[in-house]
T-cell receptor
Framework: DTGVSQNPRHKITKRGQNVTFRCDPI?????LYWYRQTLGQGPEFLTY????????KSRLLSDRFSAERPKGSFSTLEIQRTEQGDSAMYLC??????????????FGPGTRLLVL | DAKTTQPPSMDCAEGRAANLPCNHS???????VYWYRQIHSQGPQYIIH???NNETNEMASLIITEDRKSSTLILPHATLRDTAVYYC?????????????FGSGTQLTVLP
């Protein structure tokens, strides 16, 4: 257990439905990341927050995807009008940088999404 | 961030050292080498990182060649629980890209 939690752990939905995932990072971590991982591939970056500000978004993040981190604490990732290609593991990671550049991203267990 | 090349899979006998190579021939002077691993159905886990000196922690050792174009992650006494995908990532922690860029990694299987 890294201290980063994600809910739900599994989600099955029908194509066209909206889904929302939640990530609770380690409390003192000011940076939060979302990644997506498909079978057999490494995680791919989606978006990044520093405190409540969303500072970077990947081109993978289409306009059907939106992420928020309203008070700089937990974050949500919403997918609207889901498509079968959205089926993947969605990973959240948090970190606090330090002078040793450990840049240790602590990952949550992920939310596995299956779109039927 | 520089691109890395890793073998897709490796086997290691339990109790023996596992040596996982990574090529990063285009690494720049500000870029560090980071290693993460991902056990099946879990999120990636940080292992170790380094700039140019060899590093050791409670999990592993990292050997970086003098020209920094390649590195080796060493698990000194592999156990069955070390079976995982191991990712070598090269990045500048102060660069504009704040995220980790994962490749396909090396699937390490520790055999009993």
């Amino acid at each position: 257990d890294t201290g980063v939690s994600q809910n739900p752990r599994h989600k099955i939905t029908k194509r066209g439905q909206n889904v929302t995932f939640r990530c609770d990072p380690i409390s003192e971590h000011n940076r939060l990341y979302w990644y997506r991982q498909t079978l057999g591939q490494g995680p791919e970056f989606l978006t990044y927050f520093q405190n409540e500000a969303q500072l970077e978004k990947s081109r993978l993040l289409s306009d059907r995807f939106s992420a928020e981190r309203p008070k700089g604490s937990f974050s949500t990732l919403e997918i609207q009008r889901t498509e079968q290609g959205d089926s993947a593991m969605y990973l959240c990671a948090s970190l606090v940088g330090d002078l040793l550049f450990r840049e240790t991203q602590y990952f949550g267990p992920g939310t596995r999404l299956l779109v039927l | 961030d520089a691109k890395t090349t890793q073998p897709p899979s490796m086997d290691c006998a339990e109790g023996r050292a596992a040596n996982l190579p990574c090529n990063h021939s285009t690494i720049s002077g500000n870029e560090y080498v980071y290693w993460y691993r991902q056990i099946h159905s879990q999120g990636p886990q940080y292992i170790i990182h380094g700039l140019k000196n060899n590093e050791t922690n409670e999990m592993a050792s990292l050997i970086i060649t003098e020209d920094r174009k390649s590195s080796t992650l060493i698990l000194p006494h592999a156990t069955l629980r070390d079976t995982a995908v191991y990712y070598c990532i090269v990045r500048d922690p102060l660069g504009s890209a704040r995220q980790l860029t994962f490749g396909s990694g090396t699937q390490l299987t520790v055999l009993p």
